[in-house]
């Protein structure tokens, strides 16, 4: 059984930087497309970003496009999320999330199978 395990989140000053890693046990990922998405209080989950199982194909929303950064390490089995220039709405919990049925890297939530239990990213003066 696949198991996602989310760290790097934590409490950051606007215009700050983290890096989110998504750790899996269980299952090699060197298969999969991986995606990541956020909830904000009161709002909808969005998907951010997505990776290919190559890591050849990325995508990003239009909201972190130019900010954020999605990338994997399948011999380490753990994919990455790097967050540049910070802004308050991007606080959130932000879930790693794995395709297993081969539709590819997308960032709409239901075609993904496996998620993590999230970390917050908090961006606060």
């Known amino acids: 059984q696949l198991q996602l395990v989310e760290s790097g989140g934590g409490l950051v000053q606007p215009g700050g930087s983290l890096r989110l890693s998504c750790a899996a046990s269980g299952s090699t990922l060197d298969y999969f497309a991986m995606g990541w998405f956020r909830q904000a209080p009161g709002k909808e989950r969005e998907g951010i970003s997505c990776?290919?199982?190559?890591?050849?194909?990325?995508n990003y929303a239009d909201s972190v496009k130019g900010r954020f950064t999605i990338s994997r390490d399948n011999a380490k089995n753990t994919v990455y999320l790097q967050l540049h220039s910070l802004k308050p709405e991007d606080t959130a919990v932000y879930y790693c999330?794995?395709?297993?049925?081969?539709?590819?890297?997308?960032?709409?939530?239901?075609?993904?199978?496996?998620w993590g239990q999230g970390i917050q990213v908090t961006v606060s003066s």
């Open positions: 999330a794995a395709e297993v049925r081969g539709l590819g890297c997308t960032v709409r939530g239901y075609d993904y199978d496996y």
């Open positions: 990776i290919s199982s190559s890591g050849r194909s990325t």
